[in-house]
Antibody
Framework: EVQLVESGGGVVQPGGSLRLSCAAS????????MHWVRQAPGKGLEWVSL????????YYADSVKGRFTISRDNSKNSLYLQMNSLRTEDTALYYC??????????WGQGTLVTVSS | QSVLTQPPSVSAAPGQKVTISCSGS????????VSWYQQLPGTAPKLLIY???KRPSGIPDRFSGSKSGTSATLGITGLQTGDEADYYC??????????FGGGTKLTVL
């Protein structure tokens, strides 16, 4: 059974930093690209970032480019999102999600990030 | 404002059929597979349809998907109160990003 468990969310002031983690199990982690997708309170889904299975390729939404960094440690079956220069508009539930080649198939339960002074 | 356009809401009576549209362009839907996701209140999204019209195991055949040109459609037949949820379409974009529609809230009257 595929399981994705996010952690690391919390309350941070504007301009601050936070590092999210996602622990994956139930599949061969390094065979799959992984995504971060976020959902602001009461809003729709917004794709944030993608990393290839070997970690060699990364892609970002324009809204986070230059501020967020996606990475993975295949020896630990873990995905990360380093978020710097956080803004109030980054407040959202952040989901870790597994890629299936033509989109996302499995999602974690999310970790909440609140950016507020 | 999402690049993929969905109606904000749809509604139908139990047992009836409903369709949800997702409109894009040649740089996204027109040249890529479409997926559909169901998000029940307070839960994470769940994959309903992938590769335009395929259902993952465990998804009932009441749910169907289709694509034509730069638009895609999710169909749900035999509506149940448990189908009340937000539904999102998703696809790749030529800029190597993933796009989601703005979401459609389904109400089963």
């Amino acid at each position: 059974e595929v399981q994705l468990v996010e952690s690391g969310g919390g309350v941070v002031q504007p301009g601050g930093s936070l590092r999210l983690s996602c622990a994956a199990s139930g599949f061969t982690f390094d065979d799959y690209a992984m995504h971060w997708v976020r959902q602001a309170p009461g809003k729709g889904l917004e794709w944030v970032s993608l990393i290839s299975g070997d970690g060699g390729s990364t892609y970002y939404a324009d809204s986070v480019k230059g501020r967020f960094t996606i990475s993975r440690d295949n020896s630990k079956n873990s995905l990360y999102l380093q978020m710097n220069s956080l803004r109030t508009e980054d407040t959202a539930l952040y989901y870790c999600a597994k890629d299936m080649g033509s989109g996302v198939d499995y999602w974690g339960q999310g970790t909440l990030v609140t950016v507020s002074s | 404002q999402s690049v993929l356009t969905q109606p904000p809401s749809v509604s139908a009576a139990p047992g009836q059929k409903v369709t949800i549209s997702c409109s894009g362009s040649s740089s996204n839907i027109g040249n890529n597979y479409v997926s559909w996701y169901q998000q029940l209140p307070g839960t994470a999204p769940k994959l309903l349809i992938y590769d335009n019209n395929k259902r993952p195991s465990g998804i009932p055949d009441r749910f169907s998907g289709s694509k034509s040109g730069t638009s895609a459609t999710l169909g749900i037949t035999g509506l149940q109160t448990g189908d009340e949820a937000d539904y999102y379409c998703g696809t790749w974009d030529s800029s190597l990003s993933v796009l989601f529609g703005g979401g459609t809230k389904l109400t089963v009257l």
